[in-house]
């Protein structure tokens, strides 16, 4: 018996990386799994169906049951017609795992209009389309369900030339926020991952790996494994009493370490007597302001090395 006996899961960009990682988990507890790929590149250009075919197979060779579909994702059309793919092949829906993604770093002085829509247009607009046609058919299906959001240390914590995705990585977590308040009546949980992993993407970063000790390999060091294993935990009924929370897990084979994000108030200070003056704000910003620093890249990615 596996986790997902007799359930259907979409995976987004599921061709490489997480996605592939979080489709074959999926497949290997029972689920039925719509795998999307466009087949494209980092950058979001070009597509070949073949990467979502392979990943197909894998799961057929190792006995479980997948099916294909190619659409795009940031598109209402292409949302609409992957929920139908679920319908159609497999005659349910049960989980969506948003994670596809593209990257188009540059400094904000140096972006175009171009690299700024296409990404927001990827991550921000395909996971609420994806998300609307999804909780709408688990919302007639009357069953529940559950929906993993992908959103990135990008955003929680800021990233050099990454203006563009970390704004839409933190759009993504307050869409999980207010989808899981606005869907709890139908028992349809969200929550969020923040990925960490040494796929095509992260490799595409300069520098990415560069600090590892001889002869050990970023993708034990940092695999994807980690991340893609809490996207399951959220999609089973292990995690069925959480939503709206968003966590991040990451390592590999020398430990793993998972932690939640969370947006925190400091204790600030308040004038009793009348309207707050600028010499006021000056001279408590002490007060104000959280001793300890702000989350950072590094914190975020955090995990035991050799």
Not at 181 to 204: H, K, L, W
Not at 262 to 277: A, H, N, P, R, V
């Amino acid at each position: 018996m596996g986790l997902f006996d007799g359930k259907v899961a979409i995976v987004t960009g599921a061709g490489r990386g997480v996605g592939r990682s979080e489709a074959m988990l999926l497949a290997a507890e029972g689920a039925k799994v719509v795998v999307n790929d466009l087949g494209g590149g980092v950058d979001g250009a070009g597509n070949d169906a073949k990467v979502a075919d392979l990943v197909v197979q894998e799961i057929k060779n190792a006995g479980g049951q997948a099916a294909a579909n190619y659409d795009d994702i940031s598109t209402v059309e292409g949302a609409d017609s992957l929920v139908w793919t679920a319908q159609s092949k497999f005659g349910r829906l049960d989980i969506l795992i948003n994670n596809a993604g593209i990257l188009r770093d540059k400094t904000l002085l140096n972006m175009t209009e171009n690299d700024w829509d296409l990404v927001m247009k990827v991550h921000a607009k395909g996971t609420f389309v994806c998300t609307r046609a999804a909780a709408r058919f688990m919302r007639t299906q009357g069953q529940g369900g559950a929906i993993i959001n992908t959103t990135s240390i990008s955003g929680l914590a800021g990233n050099f030339g990454q203006a563009n995705y970390g704004a839409a990585k933190l759009a993504i977590y307050g869409l999980t926020k207010i989808c899981a308040m606005e869907f709890a009546r139908n028992n349809i949980r969200v929550n969020c991952v923040s990925p960490s992993g040494f796929t095509r993407m992260v490799a595409s970063i300069p520098g990415a790996g560069s600090q590892l000790p001889d002869g050990v390999k970023m993708e034990d060091v940092n695999s994807v494994e980690p991340t893609a294993r809490l996207a399951i935990f959220f999609a089973s009924d292990l995690s069925k009493q959480l939503t709206g929370r968003v966590m991040g897990s990451n390592g590999g084979i020398y430990g793993n370490k998972v932690c939640e994000y969370k947006m925190m108030i400091s204790e600030g200070y308040e004038k009793k007597d009348g309207m707050l003056t600028l010499e006021d704000l000056a001279a408590n910003i002490d007060k104000v302001l959280f001793k300890e620093p702000d989350i950072t890249m590094a914190a975020g990615r955090s995990a035991p090395r050799t």
